[in-house]
């Protein structure tokens, strides 16, 4: 089976010489809705493919908490700070969590270590007291440790892009937080007759998956959040758990960190090629790429070393080294 590349857009790669060279070298355009403007969604979409032929992919919010801050700051250990409903420089989306939360829930904010145990509940604001140091961003994923919030499977904001898309006449869809086959079903209703991924990156949908694996084919391991809701020690082990549960119908593509170094970087770490390879050994039918195109500085560069790899795994032979 052929395997796929899948490249996520940004700043890096909004432009014609990428969009050309994807041409020949990708399967799959992600835009992902957590980070694009709902309002400028037409035109983006139509200025990509007046560059390039490859299938566009809207990624949904979906079921997650997000922060909205004004003033991003570092939060020290052991410093107390806020989240308020309305007025305030550190706000959550959907809105409807705030009055959700209760003393005692640990909360990590993205990906740079920041969390906090909430300590006091206000009508207007939330306390928190900070558990280990970190930068307060906005729109950074947060998760609850130790419990779970059911919150819509989409937001408002996806529901908007979907219909966008639809007129756009886009075919590929990706649902985030996809944590049951009830998620499933309601999303194929939504989109019938779409190509639909659906995101694996919670405990709930671990535990769900061999259910999930009989009424979807397509999924996609994103790795990051998932290393939200268990630790980071423990990916290795889920990956090759939900490769053990698929079925001969199921595909799965692999997203987060391949080549995280590249960000900044113009070649890999040798951690990061066996990181690809041994996924392709899993079974991956498609590699994403995600911050490394988005805002990577070496975009075209990931692309090829991706390739690269992907050479080398289809012809195994050392003699060829």
């Known amino acids: 089976m052929k395997k796929k590349i899948f490249c996520t857009l940004g700043p890096s790669t909004l432009n014609s010489k990428f969009l050309k060279f994807a041409n020949k070298k990708i399967n799959l355009l992600r835009l992902n809705m957590s980070h694009v403007n709902v309002n400028k969604l037409d035109k983006l979409i139509k200025r990509i493919k007046r560059d390039t032929k490859v299938p566009i992919c809207i990624d949904t919010e979906g079921a997650q908490i997000r922060t909205k801050v004004k003033n991003f700051k570092k939060i020290i250990y052991g410093q107390k700070f806020y989240i308020y409903k309305n007025k305030g420089n550190f706000k959550i989306y959907p809105n409807e969590?705030?009055?959700?939360?209760?003393?005692?829930?640990?909360?990590?904010?993205?990906?740079?270590?920041?969390?906090?145990?909430?300590?006091?509940?206000?009508?207007?604001?939330?306390?928190?007291?900070?558990?280990?140091?970190?930068?307060?961003?906005?729109n950074k994923g947060m998760h609850i440790q130790n419990r779970k919030i059911k919150i819509n499977f989409l937001t408002e904001k996806d529901l908007k892009a979907i219909e966008i898309a639809k007129k756009n006449k886009i075919s590929n869809f990706a649902l985030s937080f996809t944590n049951n086959c009830q998620d499933i079903k309601k999303f194929k209703e939504l989109l019938p007759g779409k190509k639909k991924y659906f995101k694996i990156e919670t405990k709930e949908a671990l535990r769900n998956f061999k259910e999930m694996t009989k009424i979807a084919n397509f999924f996609l391991i994103d790795r990051g959040d998932l290393s939200r809701e268990i630790e980071i020690s423990k990916i290795p082990i889920a990956q090759r758990f939900i490769f053990s549960q698929k079925n001969k119908k199921n595909h799965i593509a692999i997203a987060t960190n391949f080549l995280e170094s590249m960000i900044k970087n113009p070649t890999p770490t040798r951690a990061e090629a066996n990181d690809i390879y041994n996924s392709l050994e899993m079974g991956a039918s498609a590699l994403v790429l995600a911050a490394e195109t988005a805002i990577g500085k070496y975009?075209?560069?990931?692309?090829?070393?991706?390739?690269?790899?992907?050479?080398?795994?289809?012809?195994?032979?050392?003699?060829?080294?």
Do not use: Q, R, W
């Open 97 to 138: 969590v705030f009055s959700k939360l209760k003393i005692g829930d640990k909360i990590f904010i993205g990906f740079d270590n920041l969390s906090g145990k909430i300590i006091k509940l206000e009508n207007h604001k939330i306390t928190l007291k900070c558990l280990t140091s970190g930068l307060l961003e906005t």
């Open 299 to 321: 975009p075209i560069e990931c692309v090829n070393f991706l390739l690269s790899v992907i050479k080398n795994f289809k012809t195994k032979k050392a003699s060829k080294i």
